[in-house]
């Protein structure tokens, strides 16, 4: 009876063992799960608290935007603003302006630059016109937006960055988007497979 007693008393300690060790898991799992599964940032902790304590909250960077486009490319692009202010760790929204001032459709594609370079690693962009090749009908405007994020950590001698970008005209995308109208305009092919 003792032995049982025995094993039973070390069954209750490794039960009491294994809670007390999941239990102290359950914070770094969470913080996986939210950062990688639903792609949410959790602050640090005491470190955060600290920061805010200090005034994080208070420090203010000022976002310059300039756009411009290639020779080649018949389009008129423009940032909507030319400067914001704004805060560490938040997410922020800003538009530029595009219109096709040629004859037909055009393919373009944005390219982005950060100044100074070293602020980049601190600049997240999480939507961008500049993600994806921009189709333009002849006479087309719209609002290209882009939602940014600056990074907390970024430098404190960095007050201000200068979100710039360039718009190509994408050749191998307006061609096959050229010869697809010239195809549709020439009206339906003569198949040999079609019925008569």
Not at 10 to 25: C, D, H
Not at 108 to 115: D, E, F, I, R, Y
Not at 126 to 139: D, N
């Given at each position: 009876m003792s032995t049982s007693r025995h094993a039973g008393i070390?069954?209750?300690?490794?039960?009491?063992?294994?809670?007390?060790?999941?239990?102290?898991?359950l914070v770094p799992l969470y913080r996986i799960a939210c950062e990688k599964v639903f792609g949410v940032r959790l602050a640090k902790g005491p470190a955060a608290a600290t920061d805010k304590e200090q005034g994080g909250d208070a420090r203010w960077v000022t976002i310059e935007f300039d756009g411009g486009v290639n020779s080649k490319l018949p389009w008129a692009f423009q940032p909507e603003q030319l400067h914001l202010r704004v805060h560490p760790g938040?997410?922020?929204?800003?538009?530029?302006?595009?219109?096709?001032?040629?004859?037909?459709?055009?393919?373009?594609?944005?390219?982005?630059?950060?100044?100074?370079?070293?602020?980049?690693?601190?600049?997240?962009?999480?939507?961008?016109?500049?993600?994806?090749?921009?189709?333009?009908?002849?006479?087309?405007s719209r609002d290209m937006p882009v939602r940014f994020i600056v990074d907390p950590a970024l430098p404190a001698d960095v007050t201000t960055i200068t979100l710039s970008y360039a718009f190509y005209k994408n050749d191998a995308l307006t061609a096959q988007l050229d010869a697809r109208a010239a195809h549709s305009a020439a009206g339906p092919s003569t198949s040999p497979l079609a019925a008569p």
């Open positions: 070390v069954k209750l300690v490794g039960v009491a063992l294994a809670a007390f060790a999941f239990t102290f898991a938040q997410l922020y929204e800003a538009k530029y302006f595009a219109r096709n001032n040629g004859d037909h459709a055009i393919v373009g594609n944005a390219v982005p630059s950060l100044a100074p370079a070293r602020a980049s690693g601190y600049f997240s962009k999480t939507e961008c016109f500049c993600f994806t090749a921009q189709t333009l009908q002849p006479g087309e």
